[in-house]
């Protein structure tokens, strides 16, 4: 899919020299997996203390039933 975007052409420069690609498309493209890598790290940290756990369970006897 081709999409033509204004991005700032500093922050584009640094992005590829800190990331060491060789185009702008593989700098884009990583940085867009790396923000999604981390907002559903972020997502899984919101619902992190929300799991209620059942001190008396078991797992050796739930592995004994298969």
Do not use: C, P, W
């Not at 999604?36 to 940290?45: K, N, V």
């Amino acid at each position: 899919m081709s999409t033509n975007l204004a991005i700032d052409d500093a922050l584009l420069q640094k992005a590829l020299q800190v990331g060491g690609h060789r185009t702008k498309k593989d700098t884009v493209t990583e940085a867009l997996q790396e923000y999604i890598q981390r907002r559903l790290q972020l997502q899984l940290l919101e619902i992190a203390g929300s799991i209620d756990y059942d001190e008396d369970f078991d797992y050796k006897a739930q592995r004994r039933l298969r």
